[in-house]
């Protein structure tokens, strides 16, 4: 049988065409949709941004001026400490509704200067009264105390969105057992207070209420990513807050805004109702800690999270309560000093809050010990390597459709480099001289997730942590102090990426250190002035970002961070309380 040749090449070619018309419509239907799909879901997401900033705006607003009272009993409240304000309700000389009022109107007052609140606790005043009336009052050590809550600490019926926009609305099922450990010892949640986006980050950007500022400075940050709760109790808008901590977000925050604030050992406190930046992970501890303008108050948040309550309310945790006498003691200590880790140096006006705590630390009698942390860089890279070990999937998701703040589009970035561009830029970075920048890049993608790799790294941090212990032991130490953050607070967008400035605060959370931070100086000119001089390791981006980051801090506080071994929380305590008294005195 004769075929047409002619026929057979024409109706294929048509059959080409046509298959390549429907596949090229396919492609396009595709693209439409998705593009589509995806305007969509960006367009609904800005909407629901906007309404709950709208709604948190207003009832911010009514319940904040609301019912405040305008008398002389504001203005004595306000000159209390935590300690003296349970007393004068306790004894009755102070109504509870007045106090609660006042702070009120504190907090509202903060708000309006620095944007630091993202919602309002509703609180039934008459029925909390009435049922601490009828509680002995000295089982109660947080008696009627107002106090504010990070916004990632659940309340029962209450959304805590952390700048993600499909978590807007999901409200929570119970109270946080940390709001219900300081319900049980008569502390009243009154506001919950803002956050950078997926609280990871020592900036305060957030897509759905803006930017935070430093209530001493608004031009500056007041880090993260506590953010919110260091800018409240730094306009004296709370009295007491509950901060999480998981690379300084209690830290920072406190060490930009010239307050206190504690970060326990994270086995001793629940995580239960807490939403974490990055759930799942073992590499670096989460904690939660109490953040105010005193060591006294802090002490006292402590004490009530340490409490046989909670560890009823979660039986995981080891029944360890707090312990009077290690607070109390007045043997002297011997403690370990550095300004200097080897991997980012501090600036000048850090460095100096170090040395001005060792001198009048050796006056009061303790001894200080010079102390060399070994190999902080790679720590550092272990620990990135181990936090991206599944290449972002474990929070990417969260982000379809949805708006990234520069913090998180950074690492996002980092991670979706195809490995061709990957490669060119770590060489021109590496020609550059950007060792630590290439290195982190190197590490942030390129390859899938790798179970044999996690390993490798724990098995590396866990090696360290023998080396870190035994050093501590070989000095026989006791505590370490150090810089509580390279720099003292800084312009926003400064440190956009955490890895430039974490390396004095996220190595205590990988080894479960209990760590806090106590104001000690100010920023003179002459620290401003010795910026100058200040010279890095590596001569690098990250050391440049340091050197010019504090330019404009003159007047901002500086504090120094307190370090005590693992479930020695007490002793960090009782050296972070003496510190404030020795710096009081001066």
């Known amino acids: 049988m004769l075929v047409d040749t002619d026929l057979v090449v024409v109706e294929n070619s048509c059959c080409a065409t046509y298959y390549s018309i429907l ?141 993600i926009s499909r978590l807007i609305g999901v409200e929570a099922r119970e109270d946080s057992v940390i709001a219900r450990v300081m319900k049980h010892h008569g502390a009243i949640p009154f506001v919950k207070t803002t956050v950078p ?42 009295v007491l807050g509950i901060g999480t901590d998981i690379a300084g977000s209690i830290r920072c925050p406190a060490h930009f805004c010239g307050i206190c ?91 100096m809050a170090v040395e001005i705590t060792r001198k009048k630390l050796l006056e009061a009698g303790h001894e200080l010990i010079p102390f060399k942390v070994p190999d902080v860089e790679n720590v550092m890279f272990n620990i990135f390597e181990g936090l991206l070990a599944d290449s972002g999937q474990s929070w990417i998701p969260a982000f379809e459709g949805d708006h990234m703040c520069a913090p998180m589009k950074g690492f996002y970035d980092m991670i979706s480099l195809n490995p061709l561009s990957r490669i060119i830029k770590n060489l021109m970075w590496k020609m550059r001289g950007e060792r630590r920048l290439a290195r982190y890049h190197h590490l942030a993608g390129g390859r899938k997730p790798d179970a044999v790799n996690l390993i490798r790294v724990l098995t590396f941090l866990d090696g360290y942590k023998d080396t870190f212990f035994g050093l501590w032991q070989k000095h026989n130490l006791d505590a370490i102090i150090c810089p509580a953050h390279p720099v003292p607070a800084c312009p926003q967008d400064i440190c956009t990426q955490a890895i430039v400035s974490w390396n004095y605060n ?39 970002i340091i050197q010019t980051a504090s330019r404009t801090s003159v007047g901002m506080p500086v504090a120094v961070q307190c370090v005590s071994s693992p479930f020695k929380d007490e002793v960090c305590l009782r050296l972070m309380t003496e510190i404030e008294s020795l710096m009081t005195s001066q």
Request: hydrophobic residues 35%; proline residues 5%.
């Open 261 to 351: 604030g504690f970060k326990p050992t994270s086995g001793r406190i629940s995580k239960l109702g807490v939403a974490s930046a990055m759930p799942g992970q073992k590499i670096i501890h989460s904690s939660m800690g109490p953040m105010a303008r005193s060591m006294d108050t802090v002490t006292l948040g402590t004490r009530a999270l340490f409490s046989p309550i909670m560890f009823q309310l979660d039986p995981s945790l080891p029944s360890i309560p707090f312990d009077e006498k290690t607070f109390s003691n007045k043997k002297k200590l011997r403690i370990g000093y550095y300004v200097d880790d080897g991997y980012q140096p501090a600036v000048p006006a850090c460095k």
């Open 506 to 544: 996220i190595l205590y959370n990988m080894l479960d250190c209990p760590a806090g931070v106590v104001p000690v100086r100010k920023v003179t000119q002459q620290d401003i002035d010795q910026l100058d001089d200040y010279r890095g390791h590596y001569d690098d981006t990250f050391d440049k």
């Open 197 to 238: 986006q997926m609280t990871a980050s020592y900036e305060s950007g957030n897509p759905i209420y803006g930017r935070t500022h430093n209530p001493l400075n608004h031009d500056l940050s007041p880090g993260g990513s506590s953010s919110g709760e260091g800018a409240l109790i730094g306009s004296e808008g709370s």
């Open 23 to 163: 596949c090229l419509t396919i492609v396009g239907v595709g693209t439409w949709w998705f593009v589509m799909n995806y305007r969509s879901s960006r367009d609904r997401f800005v909407s629901r941004r906007a309404e709950k900033a709208e709604r948190d705006r207003r009832q911010i607003e009514d319940v904040l001026t609301g019912s405040l009272s305008e008398d002389e009993s504001n203005t004595k409240v306000m000159e209390l400490d935590a300690s003296e304000l349970v007393a004068r309700m306790q004894d009755g000389h102070l109504k509870i509704a007045d106090v609660l009022s006042a702070y009120q109107k504190k907090a509202y007052q903060a708000h309006l200067e620095t944007n630091c609140l993202s919602g309002v606790i509703e609180v039934d005043i008459d029925t909390i009264s009435d049922e601490l009336s009828r509680k002995n009052p000295a089982s109660c050590i947080l008696y009627g105390l107002p106090i504010s809550l990070k916004e990632n600490i659940s309340i029962k019926g209450m959304d805590a969105p952390r700048g």
